[in-house]
């Protein structure tokens, strides 16, 4: 399962009570988790908790400055504020102790911002002790989201829940301001067992007071009593007793994993998917085979790990209070893998002792991120040399030996007599169909239905067949709706969004899950299809989903994105002056948020108002003039408008644009042969086939097209390459009978 119980778990109504309170019976504890950076996430800026030098000291970046003082006590930074003028902002905390230390300067309106210039905390032999740039060599403008005072660096919405407890961001829409509060400025005890009150109750009245949970609302006792015991034949271990659906793994992803908060008031205990929505193994975060590639936070990759499947939790390895190793280096992972068998030369390759040797190094690879911050790779994995050779992806043997490429690195292992297969075994699919191949898709229905493969692993495979309606895929995601893991179950309901509004009632069941994160999905899924399509209990079951789709989107209306989705179910029900009025809250946020013009133009023209729709169009390329997808919708437009000489103009300067965008190419190619210019059209798709052989839209129009103007030869090749690349596609089949 993919953490927590469900959503129905009874929880304890409980108030926070501090972490001082716990130390009066868990001393040993408490002063582990002193001396732990949870203890320190975040913290009120004072001379004992600054680590950077506030002496006057001036930092300069590409096309940037900053001076760092200190006055009457304070700290301050004198930097470009979010008009692009030099002015003084307090440091009000700071963020984080190793290896660097942010600070959240104070703006208007509730808002504290990550300052994008931090302090390296390591020592000065390191490299430490100096200013440096999270965004080195980079120009970042004010009116840009990556600028400090920008979105992507907002405290509330961004950082907040992960750096302290019992936080409620408190955002006022109406008024565009924040009243964040917390139980504790950092991560505390409660942060990850709960308010304590029950339990403190329970303890003051004394051990004669009947209470089998202890008053406490989760109990992380999943590793009590197990033990794990090392098979001398293999050198691995087994757990004495199956571990079941993880509580502590989901206590620990509120904040080790990328997600999207959806609602406030997470307490250990609860399902976690009822609060967040977590990211997949999508290829802007994980390379094709789930390493890590953007900043992830452990979660998603130690799901997709062999040692998640076999019952390892967090625990296993890390001591909880004060987040350190069980035991240092290759140690802790002999707690289960036998010493003689694998911290041995003839297992890891290395001298003993070397870099080479340590399991970590090869089996969890860092990925340095924050310039100076290395994370390893909880995915814990058999390096594979051969895959970077075949995909590209990176491996630990390189990543070391530098001076060395992929080939030598699989030559030394096969050589060994290893061929490495490893956990993973979706790489090959997840490669292709990010690369647009129409091979994939076979693959990636294999992966779904694979019930060895993580359910993180099937669920990120059917969301690579969304966009892609195939009678095989759509089969999938039918198989996926009643999948026993919710991830699955949220990933295969999108497959559904572009089919026909009746044809998405196989999603109607999930209204009623258990899990939320799964109802809000159906909920966006369906809101277009009318309700007289639905039973009574399925309306019954839309409404209560909607309120709290709504609800995710209302609770993020600080983001233009969530004001957009909005926007676009008020649309699907119907409620245009609702629609509009999200949409136009979103530019009141960022008025550079292309997305909300293209969904504003899109309610514009379903109401019929062309005019407007194409308006609204211009005024985003005013903000935004080299948006591609603005200037292929108002394409889109001038061409209903009987205005196609303009239309393609716009088309094409889309497509020239987003060379990477096939949909782009082929529609300009589509208003091309609608005004005419036949060749020019071939020319395009023809280019478009080359940067995307797989793209099926651009297949059946270079097979339809050639066979309009008699080139019948042609036209039939294309139409075989087409039919050889999608065999179950009925269309596909039938051009191809055709033209025969």
């Known amino acids: 399962m993919s953490g927590g119980p469900p959503a129905s778990a009874p929880v304890a109504a409980a108030a926070f009570v501090g972490s001082t309170t716990c130390a009066a019976c868990h001393a040993d504890q408490f002063a582990r988790w002193k001396g732990s950076q949870h203890a320190v996430a975040m913290q009120p800026a004072t001379a004992e908790t600054v680590r950077g030098d506030f002496s006057g000291v001036r930092f ?59 302090w390296d905390t390591r020592p000065k032999e390191q490299g430490g002790q100096r200013w440096f740039h999270l965004q080195p060599g980079e120009r970042i403008a004010a009116s840009d989201e990556l600028h400090w005072t920008g979105p992507q660096y907002n405290w509330n919405f961004m950082c907040a829940d992960c750096h302290s407890t019992g936080l409620r961001k408190n955002y006022d829409a109406a008024q565009d301001r924040y009243a964040t509060s917390w139980s504790e400025i950092s991560v505390g005890c409660e942060g990850c067992h709960g308010p304590g009150s029950g339990h403190v109750a329970w303890a003051k009245a004394g051990s004669d007071k009947a209470s089998p949970d202890r008053g406490l609302t989760v109990a992380l006792d999943e590793r009590k009593g197990v033990a794990w015991t090392v098979d001398a034949a293999t050198g691995n271990a087994t757990r004495s007793r199956e571990r079941g659906p993880s509580v502590e793994v989901g206590v620990c992803a509120q904040c080790h994993a990328r997600r999207g908060q959806i609602a406030d008031g997470y307490q250990p205990g609860r399902s976690f998917l009822d609060h967040y929505r977590p990211a997949l193994l999508s290829p802007r975060l994980y390379h094709p085979d789930g390493q890590q590639r ?38 802790v992972c002999a707690q289960c893998h036998a010493p003689a068998r694998y911290d041995a030369a003839s297992h890891h390759l290395h001298r003993p002792g070397s870099a080479g040797a340590s399991c970590a ?38 990543s070391c030996h530098r001076d060395r490429a992929p080939a030598w690195a699989a030559s030394v292992l096969a050589a060994r007599g290893r061929r490495p297969e490893g956990f993973q075994r979706f790489a090959a699919a997840f490669a292709r169909a990010d690369a647009g191949r129409p091979a994939a898709i076979a693959e990636l229905v294999a992966v779904a239905g694979d019930a060895a493969q993580s359910p993180l692993a099937r669920a990120s ?35 559904f969004e572009s089919l026909p509004a009746r044809e998405r009632l196989p999603v109607a069941p999930l209204l009623a899950d258990p899990v939320r994160v799964v109802r809000m999905e159906a909920a966006g899924v369906l809101a277009a299809v009318p309700a007289t399509a639905l039973t009574e209990a399925q309306r019954g079951a839309f409404a ?61 023209r379903a109401q019929g108002r062309e005019a407007d729709a194409e308006r609204a169009l211009r005024e985003g390329l005013a903000a935004m003039p080299a948006s591609a997808p603005l200037h292929h919708a108002l394409g889109l437009s001038l061409a209903r408008s009987r205005r196609m000489e303009e239309g393609v103009i716009e088309l094409g300067r889309a497509a020239a644009l987003s060379p990477d965008d096939a949909r782009f190419a082929y529609v300009h190619a589509v208003a091309l042969h609608s005004a005419g210019k036949r060749a020019e059209a071939l020319r395009v798709l023809e280019r478009t086939l080359a940067r995307h052989p797989g793209d099926r839209d651009t297949l059946v129009a270079l097979a339809t097209f050639n066979r309009d103007a008699g080139n019948r030869a042609a036209a039939r090749d294309y139409a075989r390459r087409l039919a050889a690349a999608f065999p179950g596609d009925p269309e596909a089949s039938s051009l191809a009978r055709s033209l025969e």
């Not at 930074?77 to 660097?100: C, H, M, N, Q, S």
């Not at 942010?102 to 210039?117: D, K, M, N, S």
């Not at 992830?296 to 004060?322: A, I, K, N």
């Not at 969530?562 to 949409?583: I, P, T, W």
């Open 60 to 118: 300069a970046g590409k096309g940037m400055e900053a001076v760092f003082s200190r006055r009457d006590g304070k700290f301050f930074v004198r930097t470009e504020g979010p008009d692009g003028k030099p002015a003084d902002f307090e440091v009000k905390y700071t963020f984080g102790i190793a290896p660097l230390q942010q600070y959240l300067l104070e703006l208007p309106r509730g808002r504290f911002q990550a300052f994008t210039v931090a």
């Open 294 to 331: 953007d900043e992830v936070y452990d979660w998603g990759s130690f799901l997709s790990s062999r040692m998640h499947q076999r019952g390892v939790t967090c625990s296993d390895c890390h001591e909880p209070h004060g987040g350190t190793l069980h035991a240092p280096g290759n140690a």
């Open 361 to 398: 190094g090869c089996h969890m690879p860092p990925t340095t991120y924050m310039v100076i911050d290395p994370r390893h790779d909880h995915s814990i994995r058999v390096p594979r040399p051969d895959l970077s050779v075949s995909l590209g992806v990176p491996n630990a043997c390189t």
């Open 461 to 495: 495979a059917l969301s690579r067949l969304a966009g892609r309606p195939s009678p095989e895929a759509l089969a999938a995601a039918r198989r996926g709706l009643g999948d026993a893991d919710p991830l699955v179950r949220q990933a295969a309901i999108p497959l």
């Open 544 to 604: 209560r989903a909607a309120e709290e789709y709504v609800a995710g989107q209302r609770f993020n209306a600080d983001r233009p994105e969530h004001r957009v989705n909005l926007g676009s179910f008020f649309a699907a029900r119907g409620q245009g002056a609702d629609a509009e009025r999200e949409l136009r809250a979103a530019l009141a946020l960022d008025r550079r948020y292309v997305p909300a013009y293209v969904n504003l133009a899109d309610l514009h």
